[in-house]
């Protein structure tokens, strides 16, 4: 069994930051790509940005500059530093991973986190 948890969520202001957390656990013996989504009311879930095992990064366009994914892989958790935030923004917001353990390959879902941007 392997679980993503995050945290970090919150309400902030339009201009302000947020840092969000994701950390895997379970009988893990890698993690590859970790990616964050989110889902605002009414809309279809986004990807925001991925980080290959390598230290590869894609960003949503929305995002670009104003976001910064990052991983620990000796921690198994990977971040989201988001800048510059805009009431846009404002969604929950969900770590993905394709995690292999030592029972098979796993691509869980976090609970997700909320993030809210309102002035």
């Known amino acids: 069994q392997v679980q993503l948890v995050e945290s970090g969520g919150g309400l902030v202001q339009p201009g302000g930051s947020l840092r969000l957390s994701c950390a895997a656990s379970g009988s893990i013996v890698m993690t590859y790509t970790m990616a964050w989504y989110r889902q605002a009311p009414g809309k279809q879930r986004e990807l925001v940005a991925t980080i290959h095992r390598g230290g590869l990064t894609n960003y949503a366009d929305s995002v670009k500059d104003r976001f910064t994914i990052s991983r620990d892989n000796a921690k198994n958790m990977v971040y989201l530093q988001m800048n510059s935030l805009k009431p846009e923004d404002t969604a929950v917001y969900y770590c993905?991973?394709?995690?292999?353990?030592?029972?098979?390959?796993?691509?869980?879902w976090g609970q997700g986190t909320q993030v809210t941007v309102s002035s």
């Open positions: 993905n991973a394709n995690i292999l353990t030592r029972s098979g390959a796993y691509d869980p």
